[in-house]
């Protein structure tokens, strides 16, 4: 009976060698000759960690404070990062915001490869604590401790792109977007203590410009980094292939609008819409997948929409013209009207451009009815035809899941419209258009508003001396004209927003000087599209002005029928 | 920065709001020491018996805390140091300590915004948790150790007194780790001094460090080297170069006075003095703007171009501010009525009010925070009495909220204004205008002469003038300060403690000793505790149960707030509910029988959590970190309040201790 417990320690002991036996097993590591080459790939967990990079050597660079910190908790790692958490949110709640950073490092020395404590607690830094300070400088301080703090994360996790995804985010959005973000980049630009703070990772000249360091540059760089990570290095990609191939092209793209913003149009600007543009246009020609597996461009709208075609054609040609038409003809009941209904019969090679435009939204439409029309074709082929038939439906099938991705997608990162502007901004004629707008408020914010002008009263004409700022804005908006017609994607986003607050500030002058609202504004277009979908910009439309231009005549007794000119003659009375 | 750990009570008001408490506990403590003795005694000899026992107990624990012998405990004390030298835990904690400090280095973010901070917290915490577990250590082990090797006897069969065990033993482990505490103080000290301290070379030529290496301040008053804002009369700018992580502006200030006006006090950092056309002198002096919490002492040598330039060693890490605060601070809304607290803004932390600037349409708001100030003298403020300083520092740490966004690059702007208190007159100074500096001690030099009006007791107005802040305006000792937010739709929050006059400084090497006169306290407590438990406990029992109490003394606000009423989730049963089922924690659960029964069980733990919060001396009285980390004097009552509080939890624990080694076999 004494014996027991003595016998039992044996057991245990027993136990305890058994499993040790298939535990070295499994964890056997790998070993390698001299010449580097794998003798031997180690047991099933060494495979396993290599297989999916969780050694720690292949997550991060092995640091020996961390790795002191680790040892110090005795095991009581979680413990420790429960304590950590809660003190972190202690002190940002009583807002010592030192001992929050200062308890924020030592938890990520804890855990150092969990890229969400970097992502969340940098943002944190960067964003909910930098707000709580009321002078910019120390907001700006607090943006740039939230960077530090993420870019110590990144030797951590060297084979994880978030990491510099997010301070490629935090560095563009927070210096360039923020309500404080003139301020922020002329902070940016003197900041040499950042810049050599940041030099270690991306070298400082290549985010200089003509002028100054430039902060959405630098985030460029950053998202450059993480695109080397998963196209050279061969690193895991977290983010779906539209939002991580679309975060490097759009940056340089929000440099130009932030210059345009800060300084008067000029080349270096137009250049750097180019490059834009030129990014823009790769990243539209960049092959990208979803997670539905279709493979597409964002480019490759046109070259679907021909082979959709062609393969209907192919169906068409196999089941007879006639099938499609019939079947066409019968959706379209009710739906379609004479006109639209010619278009269709209309073979593609006559249509004009216009033409061709319509047809192409009208099949769509009637697509749209039926989204199976193309298997019911298929379905009324010749028994002999019909596997042939269905081969080409499959194909149909597929091209229009990619066309309705490309569809998609090309609406969420707005690629047509930025695709156009990058494109226009670029072009001299835009560059005239913004230096013609940016005299005209130049003049404007001298309070200069009409003409300024020499009268000779001997032949009684008058020399302008100096135009006002009502004659250059419509000298500016004349310029805007032809390229909004040309483009008309740009009357919607941002750049429609810019004109019509340079409008409004015509509009003010107007009233200002006494003068009547012109009947042929070169923006009217602009102002009733936008009216059209809902904005209140409280600017006369054409509606507004025909009916005026009705009441002036009904009031003045004169048949409006008899004179279509008579708006012009009126106003001149 | 929210600096809660301010008490304004005095140690005679504290001592006389807690005597009635005292009272009742050591009364509770006495019937329920009494009761649980005679039921204990009653299982071993009968109801009647025990009642004989327990008077005997009573009767002889008089003679032995009457001829307690000093002489006979200290021999105990000298015995208890030598066994706890023999266990070699002070050795083990030492070295530990040691280690810390070696490599602490590494997580030390000296490039922080207050690296002096993050200094003091990590050694005084590191020193906290290091002497309490040995606290823990050397008192657990030490009776249940001689009671099971029964070397007791050697002691007990001696004439030695059961009180004399227990307070031996206390002052031996006490006296132990003071000598530990004392060593482990000074080498932190060093730690910190040599931790901060660090030199800059201006930018440019290192050899000649002169003016000539400076650049004229543009007229946008801003830096042309950071773009940050520089100082209102800067004329030239330079920097540092970058150490411990950061730099310093270095400005040359353009100070134009009159020849009536005193000349600068600090003459050192004068490049030069030019007498204008107009009489009024030019003094232009090199200063090094405040980064990370400190500046640096600049001495010139020479004049004009040719002057060198040298910075000193690291200026404002080792302070300890004297304030005075005020008796009491007063919220008014912006119809001008008294409020118990200022207005919330949504913060997590209530610990300041907000009082408002007004709006377009109520533009003159009567929103104000109104501060007085007892025993306003000039002999408060040494510095100013000697002549050193000629002006009052007022200093503040206010909160801005912005309900707008206004112009950015500017500050909220407030407005002060001094007023007398209870005199047949009153004095109103004019309102001082400043840009608000949030988190951060903001100084402002309050010049002893006000302008300001002198109102008769009915409104009416008798004269306006410049009048003294101490003989006229505070001529009764009392002074009130009324503080407003001065810009439209924007808010200032303010507490009690944001703002003080400052009297002068406490040398920072007391000050840090006196922080560490609050571990000295922590740590004889748990040496009692120990000591008392393991009378009756085992050695295993009575190391958890003096871990237990280090926990709830470190915790015990986190436990309170778990607690309380408002707590989202509810207890525990119901947490663990919302844990798995994923529910929100404001979401109510839905009524029925089980959520009645639920939170029926649930209050009752709760109770039971919020009573161990109870058992545990509250630790934050006896922590005087805050003090150190934000560079405030501790001040003698809290340490007095904090020694008295120590030698009570010793007294009460040497006596449960005595009384439960008298219940025991050994004892008898």
């Given at each position: 009976?004494?014996?027991?417990?003595?016998?039992?320690?044996?057991?245990?002991?027993?136990?305890?060698?058994?499993?040790?036996?298939?535990?070295?097993?499994?964890?056997?590591?790998?070993?390698?000759?001299?010449?580097?080459?794998?003798?031997?790939?180690?047991?099933?967990?060494?495979?396993?960690?290599?297989?999916?990079?969780?050694?720690?050597?292949?997550?991060?660079?092995?640091?020996?404070?961390?790795?002191?910190?680790?040892?110090?908790?005795?095991?009581?790692?979680?413990?420790?990062?429960?304590?950590?958490?809660?003190?972190?949110?202690?002190?940002?709640?009583?807002?010592?915001?030192?001992?929050?950073?200062?308890?924020?490092?030592?938890?990520?020395?804890?855990?150092?490869?969990?890229?969400?404590?970097?992502?969340?607690?940098?943002?944190?830094?960067?964003?909910?604590?930098?707000?709580?300070?009321?002078?910019?400088?120390?907001?700006?301080?607090?943006?740039?401790?939230?960077?530090?703090?993420?870019?110590?994360?990144?030797?951590?996790?060297?084979?994880?792109?978030?990491?510099?995804?997010?301070?490629?985010?935090?560095?563009?959005?927070?210096?360039?977007?923020?309500?404080?973000?003139?301020?922020?980049?002329?902070?940016?630009?003197?900041?040499?203590?950042?810049?050599?703070?940041?030099?270690?990772?991306?070298?400082?000249?290549?985010?200089?410009?003509?002028?100054?360091?430039?902060?959405?540059?630098?985030?460029?760089?950053?998202?450059?980094?993480?695109?080397?990570?998963?196209?050279?290095?061969?690193?895991?990609?977290?983010?779906?292939?539209?939002?991580?191939?679309?975060?490097?092209?759009?940056?340089?793209?929000?440099?130009?609008?932030?210059?345009?913003?800060?300084?008067?149009?000029?080349?270096?600007?137009?250049?750097?819409?180019?490059?834009?543009?030129?990014?823009?246009?790769?990243?539209?020609?960049?092959?990208?997948?979803?997670?539905?597996?279709?493979?597409?461009?964002?480019?490759?709208?046109?070259?679907?929409?021909?082979?959709?075609?062609?393969?209907?054609?192919?169906?068409?040609?196999?089941?007879?013209?006639?099938?499609?038409?019939?079947?066409?003809?019968?959706?379209?009941?009710?739906?379609?009207?004479?006109?639209?209904?010619?278009?269709?019969?209309?073979?593609?090679?006559?249509?004009?451009?216009?033409?061709?435009?319509?047809?192409?939204?009208?099949?769509?439409?009637?697509?749209?009815?039926?989204?199976?029309?193309?298997?019911?074709?298929?379905?009324?082929?010749?028994?002999?035809?019909?596997?042939?038939?269905?081969?080409?439906?499959?194909?149909?099938?597929?091209?229009?899941?990619?066309?309705?991705?490309?569809?998609?997608?090309?609406?969420?990162?707005?690629?047509?419209?930025?695709?156009?502007?990058?494109?226009?901004?670029?072009?001299?004629?835009?560059?005239?258009?913004?230096?013609?707008?940016?005299?005209?408020?130049?003049?404007?914010?001298?309070?200069?508003?009409?003409?300024?002008?020499?009268?000779?009263?001997?032949?009684?004409?008058?020399?302008?001396?100096?135009?006002?700022?009502?004659?250059?804005?419509?000298?500016?908006?004349?310029?805007?004209?032809?390229?909004?017609?040309?483009?008309?994607?740009?009357?919607?986003?941002?750049?429609?927003?810019?004109?019509?607050?340079?409008?409004?500030?015509?509009?003010?002058?107007?009233?200002?000087?006494?003068?009547?609202?012109?009947?042929?504004?070169?923006?009217?277009?602009?102002?009733?599209?936008?009216?059209?979908?809902?904005?209140?910009?409280?600017?006369?439309?054409?509606?507004?002005?025909?009916?005026?231009?009705?009441?002036?005549?009904?009031?003045?007794?004169?048949?409006?029928?008899?004179?279509?000119?008579?708006?012009?003659?009126?106003?001149?009375? | 920065?929210?600096?809660?750990?301010?008490?304004?009570?005095?140690?005679?008001?504290?001592?006389?709001?807690?005597?009635?408490?005292?009272?009742?506990?050591?009364?509770?403590?006495?019937?329920?020491?009494?009761?649980?003795?005679?039921?204990?005694?009653?299982?071993?000899?009968?109801?009647?018996?025990?009642?004989?026992?327990?008077?005997?107990?009573?009767?002889?624990?008089?003679?032995?805390?009457?001829?307690?012998?000093?002489?006979?405990?200290?021999?105990?004390?000298?015995?208890?140091?030598?066994?706890?030298?023999?266990?070699?835990?002070?050795?083990?904690?030492?070295?530990?300590?040691?280690?810390?400090?070696?490599?602490?280095?590494?997580?030390?973010?000296?490039?922080?915004?207050?690296?002096?901070?993050?200094?003091?917290?990590?050694?005084?915490?590191?020193?906290?948790?290091?002497?309490?577990?040995?606290?823990?250590?050397?008192?657990?082990?030490?009776?249940?150790?001689?009671?099971?090797?029964?070397?007791?006897?050697?002691?007990?069969?001696?004439?030695?007194?059961?009180?004399?065990?227990?307070?031996?033993?206390?002052?031996?482990?006490?006296?132990?780790?003071?000598?530990?505490?004392?060593?482990?103080?000074?080498?932190?000290?060093?730690?910190?001094?040599?931790?901060?301290?660090?030199?800059?070379?201006?930018?440019?030529?290192?050899?000649?460090?002169?003016?000539?290496?400076?650049?004229?301040?543009?007229?946008?008053?801003?830096?042309?080297?950071?773009?940050?804002?520089?100082?209102?009369?800067?004329?030239?700018?330079?920097?540092?170069?970058?150490?411990?992580?950061?730099?310093?502006?270095?400005?040359?200030?353009?100070?134009?006075?009159?020849?009536?006006?005193?000349?600068?006090?600090?003459?050192?950092?004068?490049?030069?003095?030019?007498?204008?056309?107009?009489?009024?002198?030019?003094?232009?002096?090199?200063?090094?703007q405040s980064a990370d919490g400190h500046t640096h002492r600049v001495t010139v040598d020479g004049e004009g171009d040719s002057a060198s330039i040298q910075l000193g060693s690291a200026v404002g890490y080792f302070r300890?501010?004297?304030?005075?605060?005020?008796?009491?601070?007063?919220?008014?809304?912006?119809?001008?009525?008294?409020?118990?607290?200022?207005?919330?803004?949504?913060?997590?932390?209530?610990?300041?009010?907000?009082?408002?600037?007004?709006?377009?349409?109520?533009?003159?708001?009567?929103?104000?925070?109104?501060?007085?100030?007892?025993?306003?003298?000039?002999?408060?403020?040494?510095?100013?009495?000697?002549?050193?300083?000629?002006?009052?520092?007022?200093?503040?740490?206010?909160?801005?909220?912005?309900?707008?966004?206004?112009?950015?690059?500017?500050?909220?702007?407030?407005?002060?204004?001094?007023?007398?208190?209870?005199?047949?007159?009153?004095?109103?100074?004019?309102?001082?205008?400043?840009?608000?500096?949030?988190?951060?001690?903001?100084?402002?030099?309050?010049?002893?002469?006000?302008?300001?009006?002198?109102?008769?007791?009915?409104?009416?107005?008798?004269?306006?003038?410049?009048?003294?802040?101490?003989?006229?305006?505070?001529?009764?000792?009392?002074?009130?300060?009324?503080?407003?937010?001065?810009?439209?739709?924007?808010?200032?929050?303010?507490?009690?403690?944001?703002?003080?006059?400052?009297?002068?400084?406490?040398?920072?090497?007391?000050?840090?000793?006196?922080?560490?006169?609050?571990?000295?306290?922590?740590?004889?407590?748990?040496?009692?505790?120990?000591?008392?438990?393991?009378?009756?406990?085992?050695?295993?029992?009575?190391?958890?149960?003096?871990?237990?109490?280090?926990?709830?003394?470190?915790?015990?606000?986190?436990?309170?707030?778990?607690?309380?009423?408002?707590?989202?989730?509810?207890?525990?049963?119901?947490?663990?509910?919302?844990?798995?089922?994923?529910?929100?924690?404001?979401?109510?659960?839905?009524?029925?029988?089980?959520?009645?029964?639920?939170?029926?069980?649930?209050?009752?733990?709760?109770?039971?959590?919020?009573?161990?919060?109870?058992?545990?001396?509250?630790?934050?009285?006896?922590?005087?970190?805050?003090?150190?980390?934000?560079?405030?004097?501790?001040?003698?009552?809290?340490?007095?309040?904090?020694?008295?509080?120590?030698?009570?939890?010793?007294?009460?624990?040497?006596?449960?201790?005595?009384?439960?080694?008298?219940?025991?076999?050994?004892?008898?």
């Open positions: 009976m004494n014996n027991r417990p003595f016998i039992r320690k044996i057991i245990y002991l027993v136990c305890i060698g058994v499993l040790i036996i298939p535990l070295s097993f499994i964890c056997l590591p790998a070993t390698i000759d001299q010449e580097g080459n794998a003798e031997n790939a180690g047991g099933v967990l060494s495979r396993l960690r290599d297989k999916h990079g969780l050694s720690q050597a292949k997550l991060s660079e092995i640091d020996p404070a961390s790795e002191t910190m680790k040892l110090a908790s005795l095991g009581l790692r979680g413990v420790a990062v429960n304590i950590l958490w809660l003190q972190a949110d202690e002190h940002r709640k009583n807002q010592n915001y030192d001992q929050l950073r200062a308890t924020l490092e030592a938890l990520t020395k804890i855990q150092p490869s969990f890229v969400k404590v970097w992502e969340y607690q940098a943002h944190n830094l960067a964003y909910n604590v930098s707000m709580e300070f009321d002078d910019y400088e120390y907001r700006y301080s607090w943006v740039k401790k939230g960077l530090s703090f993420l870019k110590q994360g990144v030797p951590y996790n060297k084979r994880d792109h978030r990491v510099t995804d997010s301070i490629g985010f935090f560095t563009g959005n927070k210096f360039g977007k923020s309500d404080e973000k003139e301020s922020f980049r002329r902070l940016f630009r003197a900041d040499d203590e950042f810049r050599q703070a940041m030099a270690d990772r991306i070298d400082p000249d290549s985010y200089d410009t003509p002028y100054g360091h430039d902060s959405w540059k630098m985030a460029y760089q950053w998202y450059d980094i993480s695109r080397e990570m998963v196209e050279v290095q061969g690193c895991d990609q977290h983010r779906s292939d539209m939002m991580f191939y679309m975060f490097r092209p759009s940056q340089i793209r929000n440099q130009g609008l932030a210059l345009q913003e800060e300084f008067p149009p000029d080349q270096i600007i137009q250049e750097v819409f180019r490059g834009a543009n030129e990014e823009w246009v790769d990243y539209g020609n960049q092959k990208l997948s979803n997670t539905l597996g279709v493979t597409f461009t964002l480019e490759g709208l046109a070259a679907a929409e021909d082979r959709l075609e062609r393969f209907r054609k192919q169906l068409d040609e196999l089941v007879g013209p006639e099938v499609r038409i019939e079947m066409v003809s019968e959706l379209g009941e009710g739906v379609l009207n004479e006109e639209d209904r010619l278009l269709l019969e209309t073979p593609v090679d006559q249509l004009s451009p216009d033409d061709a435009r319509k047809t192409r939204l009208l099949k769509k439409r009637l697509a749209d009815l039926d989204r199976r029309l193309d298997q019911k074709i298929a379905r009324s082929a010749k028994p002999d035809d019909r596997k042939e038939a269905n081969q080409i439906v499959l194909q149909i099938e597929e091209i229009k899941q990619e066309i309705y991705t490309i569809n998609k997608d090309s609406e969420t990162v707005n690629y047509q419209y930025w695709r156009t502007r990058n494109k226009v901004e670029s072009e001299d004629a835009t560059v005239a258009a913004h230096q013609a707008l940016e005299a005209a408020e130049k003049v404007w914010r001298e309070s200069i508003y009409d003409d300024e002008y020499d009268f000779d009263y001997r032949t009684k004409t008058k020399t302008v001396t100096r135009k006002g700022a009502i004659t250059l804005f419509e000298e500016a908006f004349e310029q805007w004209e032809p390229l909004l017609e040309s483009n008309p994607e740009l009357y919607d986003g941002q750049l429609g927003d810019r004109l019509i607050e340079s409008v409004k500030e015509y509009q003010k002058m107007l009233q200002f000087a006494n003068r009547e609202w012109p009947d042929n504004f070169p923006l009217q277009k602009l102002i009733d599209l936008r009216f059209e979908k809902g904005e209140t910009d409280g600017l006369p439309t054409t509606a507004y002005l025909e009916q005026r231009r009705a009441d002036r005549m009904e009031l003045e007794g004169i048949d409006e029928n008899d004179d279509s000119n008579s708006g012009s003659e009126g106003e001149g009375q | 920065m929210i600096f809660e750990n301010q008490d304004f009570a005095t140690y005679l008001e504290w001592l006389t709001s807690n005597l009635l408490q005292f009272g009742i506990v050591v009364a509770a403590a006495i019937v329920l020491g009494v009761f649980v003795g005679y039921v204990v005694s009653a299982l071993k000899h009968g109801p009647f018996e025990a009642f004989y026992v327990v008077a005997q107990v009573i009767g002889q624990s008089v003679p032995d805390f009457l001829k307690t012998s000093p002489r006979r405990t200290m021999a105990i004390a000298r015995l208890a140091v030598k066994e706890a030298l023999r266990r070699k835990v002070i050795l083990v904690t030492f070295a530990i300590f040691a280690v810390t400090l070696l490599f602490g280095g590494w997580f030390l973010n000296s490039s922080s915004d207050h690296p002096d901070q993050i200094y003091v917290n990590f050694v005084l915490f590191g020193t906290q948790l290091l002497v309490l577990l040995m606290g823990m250590l050397i008192s657990s082990f030490s009776l249940p150790d001689d009671i099971k090797n029964k070397t007791i006897y050697t002691v007990v069969t001696k004439p030695v007194r059961a009180t004399e065990v227990v307070l031996g033993r206390i002052l031996g482990f006490g006296a132990l780790g003071t000598a530990l505490l004392l060593l482990m103080a000074v080498i932190s000290y060093l730690f910190v001094w040599r931790g901060l301290s660090h030199d800059h070379l201006l930018e440019g030529n290192a050899q000649t460090q002169s003016i000539a290496e400076f650049i004229p301040v543009t007229g946008n008053s801003r830096s042309a080297k950071t773009g940050q804002r520089v100082s209102e009369n800067a004329i030239l700018e330079n920097q540092t170069n970058t150490v411990a992580g950061h730099f310093h502006l270095v400005e040359v200030i353009s100070d134009i006075r009159s020849p009536n006006d005193p000349e600068p006090i600090n003459k050192e950092n004068i490049v030069r003095q030019t007498t204008l056309p107009d009489g009024r002198i030019e003094y232009q002096r090199v200063v090094v300890a501010r004297v304030p005075i605060y005020a008796e009491s601070l007063t919220f008014f809304d912006r119809q001008g009525q008294e409020k118990a607290r200022g207005i919330s803004v949504g913060k997590e932390s209530n610990y300041r009010g907000y009082i408002d600037g007004g709006d377009y349409r109520t533009r003159s708001s009567l929103s104000k925070a109104e501060f007085t100030y007892e025993g306003f003298t000039p002999s408060r403020f040494p510095r100013l009495a000697s002549g050193e300083i000629t002006v009052v520092p007022l200093e503040l740490t206010l909160a801005v909220f912005r309900t707008y966004k206004g112009d950015i690059e500017k500050r909220v702007t407030a407005g002060l204004q001094f007023e007398s208190v209870g005199q047949d007159e009153r004095f109103v100074s004019d309102m001082i205008d400043f840009e608000t500096n949030e988190f951060a001690v903001q100084t402002l030099p309050i010049p002893r002469k006000l302008v300001g009006k002198v109102f008769s007791v009915d409104g009416e107005l008798l004269r306006e003038g410049e009048y003294d802040l101490f003989d006229d305006y505070a001529a009764n000792g009392q002074l009130k300060l009324v503080l407003k937010c001065r810009d439209y739709n924007q808010y200032l929050g303010v507490a009690r403690g944001d703002v003080y006059f400052r009297s002068g400084d406490h040398p920072y090497a007391l000050n840090f000793f006196k922080g560490y006169a609050g571990i000295w306290c922590q740590m004889m407590i748990i040496i009692s505790l120990g000591v008392a438990l393991s009378t009756f406990l085992s050695a295993p029992i009575t190391m958890l149960g003096t871990l237990v109490v280090i926990i709830i003394g470190f915790f015990s606000d986190f436990i309170q707030g778990m607690t309380s009423p408002d707590h989202a989730g509810g207890g525990p049963i119901e947490s663990a509910i919302r844990v798995v089922t994923q529910q929100n924690m404001v979401y109510d659960m839905d009524t029925g029988v089980a959520t009645t029964v639920i939170k029926f069980i649930d209050g009752g733990l709760i109770q039971m959590l919020n009573a161990t919060t109870y058992m545990a001396p509250d630790f934050s009285t006896l922590n005087f970190s805050d003090f150190l980390t934000y560079g405030y004097a501790i001040d003698g009552q809290r340490v007095a309040i904090a020694l008295t509080l120590t030698v009570i939890f010793c007294l009460g624990l040497t006596i449960v201790g005595y009384f439960a080694l008298k219940t025991r076999e050994i004892a008898k």
